[in-house]
């Protein structure tokens, strides 16, 4: 079975959608499932030679946001012209931008089917890019948006129940099937947690408490900021890892600086994810995740699969992660509760062990085969529906009554 998947954002742009991508991508093989991903090209990045199934798309910059590329609608036209004499059975779109539209005239030009995955809950997003606009306008641009671009489909992926819940609240009503990320857990066995902390000027005293994502206004990381310095008054050998990289890194840097608590904050930025982040996640004791805006939290996953006791606040997508609290602990939006919830924590090591073996246990139930087996299950019945009927005429005629 030949996909064609379709997305505004891929490697080298770090973020959950890519991630997604990238380990659907590597599991799908093994369900008879050949992907051919179109992405923007991204000027610098070399790419991987042995990867010809990636069609990179010139792209420019976009205005006010220097880590993404939007594809040159120009050469997108042009597309049906490079895929032609290539059999493709639907397409998969994961971005509702550019993708969205050239996804959906591909496969419509094709007579197949169209699919998309709603990563992002952008109706929580807008108004930290967009603080022009109103609140509620922006709020009511982006359920339109969002309706009339699903509803033009054959089938949604949403990655969580609480994303489901979002989109019919919208009135989408094309079909919409729950499918979360799985995680690849070979990657997060272990990690070098002396050789991390060595490399970071981590002394062995302290207990640290980590992020791991993009370092973004939505992720509500000032929150935490707040809650560790609360947390340090009942924990000083606490020290915060902030790891990844995005816009509200410098406004962060400011705030730890007014708080007087710069010098117990290490902003560790971008980290591969072959062997460093495994490294970040064997080098903490407690994972903290204060955003309220995910529609999944694959890096919640992550961190439990190495066995990291995890905080958070059961918000969106996160809650069916952090609710069953097996390895986790919800954690109320507050930051002096947060905060002396980290304390407490890292205060008590005979429950981190027991947090540490749930975790674990927990994550193996999202391994990334599994996820992948029913995604490679929904294209082929989308795939079947949109056939037409065979007619099977009958050897001998049929005596009328």
């Known amino acids: 079975m030949n996909i064609l998947m379709i997305s505004d954002v891929y490697f080298p742009r770090i973020n959950g959608v890519s991630t997604s991508i990238q380990t659907f991508r590597e599991t799908l093989g093994a369900e008879g499932v050949q992907v051919t991903l179109v992405a923007p090209e991204y000027p610098g990045a070399s790419g991987d030679p042995d990867d010809d199934e990636v069609i990179a798309i010139p792209s420019r910059r976009v205005p006010f946001d220097p880590e993404d590329r939007l594809m040159r609608r120009g050469d997108l036209a042009r597309l049906s012209q490079r895929l032609q004499g290539r059999h493709f059975d639907l397409v998969h779109v994961q971005t509702p931008f550019v993708a969205h539209y050239a996804g959906l005239k591909l496969a419509r030009a094709r007579g197949i089917p169209c699919l998309a995955t709603y990563h992002t809950h952008f109706e929580e997003y807008f108004h930290h890019y967009l603080p022009i606009l109103p609140r509620p306008f922006a709020r009511l641009l982006t359920r339109r948006l969002a309706r009339s671009q699903c509803n033009a489909l054959d089938a949604v992926v949403v990655p969580s129940q609480a994303m489901r819940n979002a989109l019919q609240d919208y009135g989408v009503t094309k079909p919409l099937h729950v499918l979360p990320t799985g995680i690849p857990l070979e990657k997060f066995t272990r990690g070098d947690r002396q050789g991390f902390r060595q490399r970071y000027g981590i002394a062995d005293g302290e207990a640290v408490a980590l992020y791991v994502g993009r370092v973004a206004l939505e992720k509500n990381l000032g929150f ?64 903290t995740f204060p955003s309220k805006t995910e529609t999944q939290g694959l890096v919640l996953l992550e961190a439990m699969a190495m066995g990291l006791p995890t905080l958070g606040i059961p918000a969106m997508g996160a809650a069916e992660i952090l609710g069953p609290q097996r390895g986790a602990v919800c954690a109320p939006d507050n930051a002096a509760d947060f905060g002396a919830l980290i304390a ?58």
């Open 344 to 401: 407490d924590l890292l205060g008590d090591s005979k429950r981190l062990r027991g947090l540490s073996t749930d975790a674990r246990n927990f994550a193996c139930e999202w391994a990334a085969p599994e996820r992948a087996s029913q995604l490679a299950t929904l294209y082929r019945t989308l795939r079947r529906l949109a056939s037409p009927p065979r007619v099977i005429r009958p050897s001998t005629p049929i005596q009328s009554a």
């Open 224 to 287: 935490l900021l707040e809650a560790t310095r609360h947390a340090l008054a009942r924990h000083p050998a606490l020290r915060l890892v902030i790891a990844g990289e995005g816009p509200a890194l410098a406004g962060l840097k400011r705030q730890a600086a007014a708080l007087g608590i710069e010098k117990k904050v290490l902003f560790a930025g971008y980290l591969d994810r072959e062997q460093e982040l495994p490294d970040c996640y064997a080098a903490a004791d407690l994972f």
